[in-house]
T-cell receptor, first 113, second 109 residues
Framework: DTEVTQTPKHLVMGMTNKKSLKCEQH?????MYWYKQKAKKPPELMFV???????INESVPSRFSPECPNSSLLNLHLHALQPEDSALYLC????????????FGSGTRLTVV | KNEVEQSPQNLTAQEGEFITINCSYS?????LHWLQQHPGGGIVSLFM???GKKKHGRLIATINIQEKHSSLHITASHPRDSAVYIC???????????FGTGTSLTVIP
């Protein structure tokens, strides 16, 4: 298995909802990443987990809460989002902290209404 | 300062044309990636380079470490090549990716 799988592919949520995005890989990668991408812009790094510990938080608002329950799974919990949070959320993984074997998921298209 | 610059920003080509997209970066890197993203879609990694040249089908990627420059070439372009192509680098300083602003390619039949 050489993929990073993200679910759901599309999500529409209200500003008072709580939802979660899921990212899974079975390549034995020990670093996992969340990115946010707005239309016609490059991805922006949100969080980095290395060996299941949060190593980088790029000053992301607390309404986004990452979780890494094990080395294969990365979640992004969403609560009280704003319409401007609507974007493509991409997950990626790599073999180690040196970013070898970097692999992206296909993303979750999030719309906040 | 860690910077990645891509050119051109937008490119329109006729089917069959040879296409080149360029990427320059500011300081030493451990690896450079060329990525492809179709409209509304996820990102697919095309190549990872740390030196030399790689070829996959009609795609060729080269990197010149001394000049801090990489190119992505597409031979015999086809409308299905229409996508955004993004250069991303790992600088020697860490494990983060730094992305170029992307090149939006449209290939007209």
């Amino acid at each position: 298995d050489t993929e990073v799988t993200q679910t759901p592919k599309h999500l529409v949520m209200g500003m008072t909802n709580k939802k979660s995005l899921k990212c899974e890989q079975h390549m034995g990668h020990r670093a996992m990443y969340w990115y946010k991408q707005k239309a016609k812009k490059p991805p922006e790094l949100m969080f980095v987990y290395s060996y299941e510990k949060l190593s980088i938080n790029e000053s992301v608002p607390s309404r986004f809460s990452p979780e890494c329950p094990n080395s294969s799974l990365l979640n992004l919990h969403l609560h009280a989002l704003q319409p401007e949070d609507s974007a493509l959320y991409l997950c990626a993984s790599s073999q180690d902290h040196r970013a070898n074997g970097y692999t992206f998921g296909s993303g979750t298209r999030l719309t906040v209404v | 300062k860690n910077e990645v610059e891509q050119s051109p920003q937008n490119l329109t080509a006729q089917e069959g044309e040879f296409i080149t997209i360029n990427c320059s970066y500011s300081v030493g890197i451990s690896a450079l990636h060329w990525l492809q993203q179709h409209p509304g879609g996820g990102i697919v990694s095309l190549f990872m380079l740390s030196s030399g040249k790689k070829k996959h089908g009609r795609l060729i990627a080269t990197i010149n470490i001394q000049e801090k420059h990489s190119s992505l070439h597409i031979t015999a372009s086809h409308p299905r090549d229409s996508a955004v192509y993004i250069c991303a680098v790992n600088f020697n300083t860490g494990n983060q990716f730094y992305f170029g602003t992307g090149t939006s390619l449209t290939v007209i039949p």
